[in-house]
């Protein structure tokens, strides 16, 4: 099976802890890595768990709130030290393309690469990004400011070879790639061979959710239904209900509800309030929802 690898850099709130970092994660699919939100240190964190700086094609941030994008100017900066000459594509929300292209001009003029700003209309669900191993869709979210989360969906695989199959029939090499393709095979005395019988059903494409700070969002579910792993904040715990509406955040109690009502199949919480010294209760609390949940930590690598 391909890699599909989340890597959890910052998972905690605004203000800074000795416990947690802010917000950033790395999302690597097949070896392409992209980078989710960008707090302070990121670049620390990225350089102590091993993350290969040169490549990082895309940055996705969420909001423009600080303990998500803080970190940027200077990551962006580092790269250019390190010689990087490939572009680097960023998509953020709109609101940031003119501040993002005057920082440029202040911090990081004359750079040995281009940064290619993809701004990002947090409103809609829609796919910003493609290529031949992922799509990554837009989820909006309800913040004090414009803001969306992010789906990545892994795209369809094509079927495997049956190779007992293959040599049974002796059938060549060069035509492997047209079975894959979905061709059947003609045997010399006219025989027909299906592509069934040579071929086993592909994988099923993987996916993960992120959804950075947001208000319980019930309208979510539909958009993430059957995802593979599902971030999802919990700033507070339930009996913080109110302060979690007051400031456009969730509790743990309500990322499992998302998670339960969207059929996921894990959850993982995090940004977690600086008020608390560790994540039991989150853990505890969601749990009683959503069994199946796992409380982020700085240099915890997930699956997918």
């Known amino acids: 099976m391909e890699k599909f690898e989340v890597t959890i850099l910052g998972c905690g709130s605004a203000l800074p802890t000795l416990q947690h970092n802010p917000s950033a994660q790395i999302v690597d699919i097949r070896g392409k890595l992209s980078l989710i939100d960008c707090g302070e240190g990121t670049q620390m964190q990225m350089r102590r768990y091993g993350i290969h700086f040169m490549k990082l094609r895309n940055i996705f941030i969420s909001h423009l709130h600080g303990d998500h994008c803080f970190g940027l100017m200077g990551l962006i900066s580092t790269l250019g030290l390190l010689g990087r000459t490939s572009s680097l594509h960023l998509y953020a929300p709109i609101a940031f393309e003119s501040s993002f292209h005057e920082q440029m001009r202040l911090f990081c003029d004359n750079l040995s690469y281009e940064v290619i700003f993809h701004p990002v209309d947090t409103t809609k669900y829609q796919c910003i990004y493609s290529d031949r191993s992922m799509e990554i869709f837009t989820l909006p979210l309800n913040h004090r400011v414009p803001c969306c989360g992010f789906l990545f969906k892994e795209t369809p695989s094509l079927p495997h070879i049956n190779r007992r199959m293959i040599d049974f029939h002796h059938i060549p090499l060069s035509e492997i790639n047209n079975i894959r393709q979905g061709a059947d095979w003609i045997k010399a005395d006219g025989t027909l061979v299906p592509n069934s019988v040579l071929t086993t059903p592909p994988s099923a494409p993987r996916s993960y959710a992120y959804c950075s700070d947001t208000l319980f969002q019930p309208?979510?579910?539909?958009?993430?239904?059957?995802?593979?792993?599902?971030?999802?904040?919990?700033?507070?715990?339930?009996?913080?209900?109110?302060?979690a509406e007051k400031y456009y955040h969730s509790t743990a109690t309500q990322a499992a509800t998302i998670a339960r009502d969207a059929h996921a199949n894990q959850l993982i919480i995090g940004h977690y309030s600086a008020r608390y010294d560790t994540p039991h209760m989150h853990i505890e609390e969601a749990k009683r929802v959503f069994p199946a949940t796992v409380g982020a930590i700085e240099g915890m690598m997930v699956n997918i």
């Open 219 to 243: 309208d979510l579910c539909p958009l993430i239904d059957g995802v593979n792993t599902l971030y999802h904040e919990a700033t507070y715990t339930d009996d913080l209900r109110l302060m």
